[in-house]
């Protein structure tokens, strides 16, 4: 099956930094999301981003398909940035439902 | 907007007992996925349903089924259960294929 690795694992920052995610996958993808899991557990949606480039606030993502990466740019961030943020993908091709999960990035953003 | 509902919310339940666990996609999804996340670990993929078909099949234990039904809601049965099923379960619906996911809040089950 597919592979999801995420780097880093874990990451702390000091309040207002900004700081850089990545997500690689080892086959082609029709689907790849971005989602922060925060600390009571809830995965929200941050991004839908089979390809191309997309801003919401101080996120931003980029995927690009060719080379199998995905990047989360988050800047200016703030304590409620803090949690787990996971990329997810669905292999290319087949008529599949599957999304796989990536290992995770857990963030500790500190005043 | 509605969002996906999962219900319970929590569930306690002992060794060798049965669970049944609920999922309401948002209206208009006919895709619903779910998933078992243990403590500080990834969500893995246990079972999807495509208008009222399974889709696709993970790591899903032959003691659990699962189907959806006409409205497009999903139930997920547990039966046999183990200390090792204390877990969260998600589920998640779209709509089609490949198209965006979105998660409800999942159901924390302990069993004891």
């Known amino acids: 099956g597919i592979q999801v690795e995420q780097s880093p694992p874990d990451l702390i920052l000091q309040e207002g930094a900004n700081s850089t995610l990545r997500c690689n996958f080892s086959?082609?993808?029709?689907?790849l999301q971005w989602f922060h899991q925060n600390p009571w557990g809830q995965l929200i949606n941050l991004f839908y981003?089979?390809?191309g480039t997309k801003q919401n606030g101080r996120l931003s993502a980029t995927t690009v398909a060719t080379e199998r990466y995905s990047l989360l740019y988050i800047s200016s961030s703030q304590t409620t940035d803090s949690g787990v943020y996971f990329c997810?993908?669905?292999?290319?091709?087949?008529?599949?439902?599957?999304?796989?999960f990536g290992t995770g990035t857990l963030l500790a953003v500190q005043p | 907007a509605a969002g996906v509902i999962q219900s319970p919310r929590h569930l306690i339940k002992e060794k060798r007992e049965t669970a049944t666990l609920k999922c309401y996609p948002i209206?208009?999804?006919?895709?619903v996925y779910w998933y078992q996340q243990g403590p500080g670990q990834d969500p893995q993929f246990l079972i999807s349903?495509?208008?009222?078909?399974?889709?696709d099949k993970g790591s899903i234990p032959d003691r659990f089924s699962a189907q959806q039904f006409s409205d497009y809601h999903s139930e997920l049965n547990m039966s046999s259960l183990e200390l090792g099923d204390s877990a969260l379960y998600f589920c998640?619906?779209?709509?089609?294929?490949?198209?965006?996911?979105?998660f409800g809040q999942g159901t924390r089950l302990t069993v004891v």
């Open positions: 998640a619906s779209s709509s089609g294929r490949h198209t965006e996911a979105f």
């Open positions: 086959d082609s993808v029709n689907n």
């Open positions: 981003i089979p390809s």
């Open positions: 997810a993908v669905e292999r290319h091709g087949g008529a599949t439902n599957k999304l796989i």
């Open positions: 209206p208009r999804h006919d895709t």
């Open positions: 349903f495509y208008e009222k078909m399974q889709s």
